[in-house]
T-cell receptor, first 112, second 113 residues
Framework: GENVEQHPSTLSVQEGDSAVIKCTYS??????FPWYKQELGKGPQLIID?????GEKKDQRIAVTLNKTAKHFSLHITETQPEDSAVYFC???????????FGQGTELSVKP | DADVTQTPRNRITKTGKRIMLECSQT?????MYWYRQDPGLGLRLIYY???????NKGEISDGYSVSRQAQAKFSLSLESAIPNQTALYFC????????????FGEGSRLTVL
């Protein structure tokens, strides 16, 4: 079945630096790739997504890139701030009837 | 009030006990899901329901059962809890379409001793 691998599992950066989280997926039919942010004590929330017909999407300080040939996609956060500290999950929908498959999560820590 | 409400938020129980986690939503969505979160394993799908008469197994359904009592209510049961079911459980909803955004509840932390 569909599998999503996410790296790294933990990431620590200094405030103002950039952070990059990478995911690979196994199902070549996957066509939708969202990223969720989970703050402490809360449920995950969608922050950005990308569909298979585009290679990059930006929203202020966050961007997502997609390489369909290599079957990987990445989240880029620029000018990180302490409030970016959270667990981030990538996900994909493959040929499985509309169910999101999540990666293992990345705990991002932004140090002031 | 939260759009997706889970009860209880925290529960400690003993091996062999029956546990029910409840989820209700006010978003009017047809699709509801139960996920389990474990450190290093991400979010894994337990069961999902695309409408009131539809129930489907996810990746890790063994040891769990669900009930979709109404469009707004979706319950997860552990018939005989075991320690490796200790985890954080999330209910989520989404609208129609395979790429609909998931809206999560705040989670139910279950500890099985």
């Amino acid at each position: 079945g569909e599998n999503v691998e996410q790296h790294p599992s933990t990431l620590s950066v200094q405030e103002g630096d950039s952070a990059v989280i990478k995911c690979t997926y196994s199902d070549s039919a996957s066509n939708y790739f969202p990223w969720y942010k989970q703050e402490l004590g809360k449920g995950p929330q969608l922050i950005i997504d990308i569909r298979s017909n585009v290679g990059e999407k930006k929203d202020q300080r966050i961007a997502v890139t997609l390489n369909k040939t290599a079957k990987h996609f990445s989240l880029h956060i620029t000018e990180t701030q302490p409030e970016d500290s959270a667990v981030y999950f990538c996900a994909s929908i493959g040929n499985q009837g509309g169910k999101l498959i999540f990666g293992q999560g990345t705990e991002l820590s932004v140090k002031p | 009030d939260a759009d997706v409400t889970q009860t209880p938020r925290n529960r400690i129980t003993k091996t062999g006990k029956r546990i029910m986690l409840e989820c209700s939503q006010t978003k009017g969505h047809d699709r509801m899901y139960w996920y389990r979160q474990d450190p290093g394993l991400g979010l894994r799908l337990i069961y999902y329901s695309f409408d009131v008469k539809d129930i489907n197994k996810g990746e890790i359904s063994d040891g769990y059962s669900v009930s979709r009592q109404a469009q707004a209510k979706f319950s997860l049961s552990l018939e005989s809890a075991i320690p490796n079911q200790t985890a954080l459980y999330f209910c989520a909803t989404s609208g129609m379409g395979s790429t609909g955004e998931l809206f999560f509840g705040e989670g139910s932390r279950l500890t099985v001793l």
